[in-house]
Each structure stands twice: as C-alpha cells, then as structure tokens.
C-alpha cells in the first residue's frame, strides 16, 4: 500500500466563500485585499484586450500576420482571468491552468509563424530572406556553430518550438490525472509524488522552446525590422517565460520556508495568493505594451472593414497548428531513418501555387494563340521558319515571366 501522503492544504479548512463575513473587520481576512486587487486587475486587462483583438477583427485585412497577432493578444486576458479564479478557487487552481497552460502552448507557436511569415509566405521566400552567415550558438552552445543558409534550419528551430506545443498539455494532463488520484502533490516537492517531475520536464522543454526562438529572432531580426520585432518578442517571452519561472521560483521559496503561514492564510494560500496577485497586476501592463506593439493601424484600410465574427473564426482555429505537429513527427521520423524530407505546401502556399498554375495557363493560351509573323510582316512558310519562331518565343516566355514572381526561367524547347 502507497504509505507516503501529500501535505493537506490547510489544517482548518475554511470556506472562502464565508470569509466575506464577520465583525472584525480584515483581520484574518487579508486574502479579500488580493482577490480585490487580482479581480479589479483582471477586468482592466479584459477590456483592453478584447477592444484590441476586435479592431484587428474589424480590418481583418491580412489574416496570415492577422490571426496569429490575435491569438497572441488573448493570452493576455486568458492569464489575468485564470490567474484570479486559481487564487479565489485555490484548492481547484490545477484545473484552471490546464487551459492556461494548453493555450500558452498555442501562443509560443503563433509568434514563432508570425516570424516565419514576416520573412515570407512560403518556404522559399523565407529561406531567401536568411542571408546570415556561419556563426556561434548563444551561450551556454556558444562553443557551436550553426549556418541559418542550411536548408534545414527552419525545420530545427520549427522543431524546437513545435516540441513545447506538443509537451506542455501532455504535462498538464500528466498533472490533472495525478491530481485527482492525489498523486500530484502541489503542496511540497517531493520525488514519491508526481509535480517535481512535470516541473522537471517542463522546465527543460520551455528552456528549448525560448532557446530556439531566442536564436531564430536573433538570426532573422535585421530582415524584419519593418515590423518592430523587438517589442513583439519581449512582449510573448516576458508573458510566457518570465511568469512561469516566476511560478517556479515562489514556489521554491515556498517550500525553502520564507513565507509563514498567519491567521486563516496557510503555506499554500501564501503561494497561490502572491503568484496570482503579480500575475494579474502585470498583465495590466502587458495589454497595453500589447496595444502597442501589436497595434491594428497598420492593417486598416479607409472605407473597408470586415466581418468581426467571421474574422474570429479564423483566427482561432487551431488546425494549422495541428497540421504542423503531425508534419514535425512525420519529419523527425524521417530524419532518424536518413530519409530526406518532402516539400509540404501549408494552405497559403496552395493558394499561391494555384495562382501561379493559372498565370501559366493563360501565358501558354495567349502564345498558342499568336500569330507568328517574320520581320517583313509576313507569316513564315516552311518547317524550318516554325522552328526558328518556335525559339524565338520561348525566348520570349522566359524574358515575360523573368520579372513576374522573382523567379527565373529558362527557355525549354520541346521541339
């Protein structure tokens, strides 16, 4: 029989809900001034957010930047809300941060395409704006080298990112599961117990996930200085990196001891309150360096707007994400066999390649349409002048499509 038990969360087991009441006054009741604090936060930071994400629904102009930016604008509200519930509904809070914690996910892969599609709509757009050369991993890989012209370190750097994407909810359904066999154990670190490990593995899975993003904005941030990247960046790795490791260090000084537990307010209460009470104070301010920085201006166009609801649906659906964590394992496998990888065209890059095909088509329609005609205006006579046109036109196609999409083409005679 399993003989180690968990730490209880408090000993008298107060209802929150009857706390509200009482002659004397706060004392013993101090948590209301952190629920006060985090609810008023957390409201403030609603209405920011969502007046944000419903003008960039509403020029809804360019959803390939578009839908990722609104994605990364409702991690905001989505933090400030589940920080306040986990701190109200404390003994409850594991539940409440698996959608955090699933969305977070969500978010670290939005900004890692909306980087990819600053560069370009396709593979080979974005691969040509790369023109950095050999150079040193970042510290503490600094003994490395890698080359950003590889063909494959778009693929790294997707992989290292797509890796996180793919851990945090497993982890976080690791931590629902073993929580409800009280298996979990939030209350202290102790290795018979589930969370040192989920935090263990986490842990090393986001530092992966910052390390290869870190890498790919420093490779990429002088082609896209257009977009004012830095402000971007700082913004997604403060809110996602900088909370959870700030999470992880409060509970470590938690379970060091620093915090006492005082009249109605245990260990754990000390913990939850003052996690969720910074986290709900600083996403006030993250939505608004996010009104900044991820500002709806430069997408409106005078006189145009778009449908809002339409718009939403969009840019929330998950299927892309989806579709890259199935290519990404299909990928790896690939790789551990030595195979080479396939070119996979996403649902943008079809739209461009159908139009691409139908250019082609009425190039090819309008040729075969002309009239051949010799210098002297007359129509050529004989094999050996339809040959001579023949060249000359496919001279003609390829000098007509040289500067069409940026690519070059060659004269090819089928003759």
């Excluded at 936060?41 to 003008?55: D, Q």
């Excluded at 519930?85 to 404390?90: D, E, G, I, Q």
Aim: charged letters at 20%.
């Amino acid at each position: 029989m399993y003989s180690h038990v968990c730490p209880g969360y408090d000993e008298v087991d107060p209802d929150p809900g009857t706390l509200f009441y009482g002659g004397d006054g706060l004392k013993g009741k101090r948590h209301l001034i952190g629920w006060a604090i985090a609810g008023s936060c957390a409201f403030i930071t609603l209405l920011i957010s969502f007046h944000l994400i419903y003008r960039h629904a509403r020029n809804y102009n360019k959803p390939s930047e578009q839908r990722h930016i609104m994605r990364i604008v409702l991690m905001i509200p989505i933090y400030a809300v589940i920080s306040f519930l986990s701190f109200r509904f404390y003994k409850r809070s594991i539940y409440f941060e698996t959608v955090r914690d699933c969305y977070e996910a969500f978010v670290i892969y939005s900004f890692f395409i909306l980087l990819l599609t600053y560069l370009g709509d396709d593979d080979e757009m974005q691969r040509s704006k790369i023109t950095a050369d050999r150079r040193k991993l970042l510290s503490p890989l600094n003994c490395f080298y890698y080359n950003p012209m590889n063909e494959n370190f778009l693929h790294y750097m997707k992989y290292g990112i797509i890796q996180y994407v793919a851990i945090k909810p497993l982890c976080t359904l690791a931590a629902v599961i073993l929580e409800h066999h009280d298996l979990y154990c939030e209350t202290a670190y102790d290795f018979h117990f589930g969370m040192i490990y989920i935090t263990i593995i986490n842990f090393f899975s986001a530092s992966i996930a910052l390390y290869c993003l870190v890498l790919f904005y420093q490779t990429i941030n002088l082609e896209i200085q257009e977009h004012s990247p830095f402000l971007k960046f700082m913004c997604v790795k403060m809110v996602v990196f900088f909370c959870y490791w700030q999470t992880i260090v409060i509970s470590l000084v938690a379970a060091l001891g620093v915090f006492k537990p005082e009249d109605n307010w245990t260990l754990t209460d000390v913990k939850i309150g003052i996690s969720c009470t910074l986290i709900c104070v600083e996403m006030v301010v993250f939505s608004v360096l996010h009104v900044y920085s991820f500002s709806y201006r430069p997408y409106v166009i005078p006189g145009k707007t778009t449908p809002v609801f339409m718009s939403l649906i969009d840019g929330f659906n998950p299927v892309d994400m989806v579709r890259e964590i199935v290519w990404a394992i299909l990928d790896v496998v690939l790789l551990l066999q030595g195979k080479p990888l396939p070119v996979r065209e996403g649902k943008l890059d079809f739209k461009l390649k159908r139009a691409h095909t139908t250019r082609l088509l009425k190039r090819n329609r309008f040729f075969k349409n002309r009239k051949q005609k010799t210098p002297d205006g007359q129509t050529p006579q004989g094999s050996q002048g339809a040959l001579d046109t023949a060249d000359q036109d496919e001279q003609a196609r390829a000098s007509l499509l040289q500067n069409a999409d940026g690519r070059t083409y060659q004269a090819t005679s089928n003759v």
